[in-house]
């Protein structure tokens, strides 16, 4: 699977966009990019899922560049809730579910 | 979707003993994991526990240490034997669905703590 790069920490604002970035340069054409959370204490959690089309579900929307070498989680308006780890990783789709962590980014939503 | 419970939710333990860590899923699943966690740290994949056969484990995990056992396609057990307190972690079970998403879910965790 292919590697991702995160940033360790960011910061936002209550209400505000968290745009969360994702740099997965040798990624295959046949893998996917996965978006997980880990809230304090808590197992992951799936957030959301793509390929190379943009993807939008309730919780979060998800924007893969052309190249697909870089993709960015947007929380259109982040709660205090959404403190937490998140985790960029990414897998073939039909594989079995063996998921690779890196390290994550630690976005802390602020009031 | 996928509902996990994990026994026990935590231990403190000695050094030396081992603890078995039991994972239950409400519904039939075929691939079971098994997933640590050490403080301050990313989650690291130990092994794949087959229903019905050896579990399968990742470069720097042993079965010695980390045996599983999976009898069923509802549950499994992780050992953590002959513990030391570089062990201390949190273990969590974790399986893959096959659906629109093909998502993986994830207990709440043990947290174990040895002394």
């Known amino acids: 699977d292919a590697k991702t790069t995160q940033p360790p920490s960011m910061d936002c604002a209550e209400g505000r966009a968290a745009n969360l970035p994702c740099n997965h340069s040798?990624?295959?054409?046949?893998?996917?990019v996965y978006w997980y959370r880990q809230i304090h204490s808590q197992g992951p959690q799936y957030i959301i899922h793509?390929?190379?089309n943009n993807e939008t579900n309730e919780m979060a929307s998800l924007i893969i560049t052309e190249d697909r070498k870089s993709s960015t989680l947007i929380l259109p308006h982040a709660t205090l809730r959404d403190t937490a780890v998140y985790y960029c990783?990414?897998?073939?789709?039909?594989?079995?579910?063996?998921?690779?962590f890196g390290q994550g980014t630690e976005l802390s939503v602020k009031p | 979707s996928a509902v996990i419970s994990q026994k026990p939710s935590r231990d403190i333990c000695q050094r030396g003993t081992s603890l078995t860590i039991q994972c239950q899923v409400d519904?039939?699943?075929?691939?079971m994991f098994w997933y640590r966690q050490q403080p301050g740290q990313s989650l690291t994949l130990i092994a794949t526990?087959?229903?019905?056969?050896?579990?399968?484990?990742e470069s720097g995990f042993v079965i010695d240490k980390f045996p599983i056992s999976r009898p069923n396609l509802t549950f499994s057990t992780l050992t953590v034997s002959n513990m030391s307190p570089e062990d201390s972690s949190i273990y969590l079970c974790?399986?893959?669905?096959?659906?629109?998403?093909?998502?993986?879910?994830f207990g709440p965790g043990t947290r174990l703590t040895v002394l």
């Open positions: 990783i990414v897998r073939v789709y039909n594989q079995g579910g063996k998921l690779i």
């Open positions: 974790s399986v893959f669905t096959r659906g629109p998403r093909n998502e993986q879910f």
């Open positions: 519904s039939q699943v075929t691939m």
């Open positions: 040798t990624i295959s054409g046949n893998e996917y």
């Open positions: 526990a087959n229903q019905g056969s050896e579990a399968t484990y």
């Open positions: 793509g390929l190379k």
